[in-house]
Nanobody
Framework: QVQLVESGGGLVQAGGSLRLSCAAS????????TGWFRQAPGKERMFVAA???????YYADSVKGRFTISRGNAENTVYLQMNSLKPEDTAVYYC???????????????WGQGTQVTVSS
């Protein structure tokens, strides 16, 4: 069983930066793939980024070059560094974990509660 808690969301102006954290409990978390997804009002939950246990990373085209996913040294925390934020990045951001990399959110078993990111123009 894995429990996930996101933090770090907030209000930022366009062009600014935020760092989201996903803190996990569970001894096997380091062996899982962790993904970040986002959901804007009235829209589907969309893939943002993922990191495998071995360190391979994956990004949606819309965030490549602006967002960076990484693991903390203790491997029980995954970060999403978001730079050059745009108003269209506004959404609730969720972290998710499972044994493989999936781009479809329905495939992930474990989810956090989400953190709101609002980017003003």
């Amino acid at each position: 069983q894995v429990q996930l808690v996101e933090s770090g969301g907030g209000l930022v102006q366009a062009g600014g930066s935020l760092r989201l954290s996903c803190a996990a409990s569970g001894r096997t978390f380091g062996t899982y793939t962790t993904g970040w997804f986002r959901q804007a009002p009235g829209k589907e939950r969309m893939f943002v980024a993922a990191i495998k246990s071995g360190g391979n990373t994956y990004y949606a085209d819309s965030v490549k070059g602006r967002f960076t996913i990484s693991r903390g040294n203790a491997e029980n925390t995954v970060y999403l560094q978001m730079n050059s934020l745009k108003p269209e990045d506004t959404a609730v951001y969720y972290c998710a974990a499972d044994s493989r990399v999936y781009f479809n959110p329905a495939e992930y078993r474990y989810w956090g509660q989400g953190t709101q990111v609002t980017v003003s123009s």
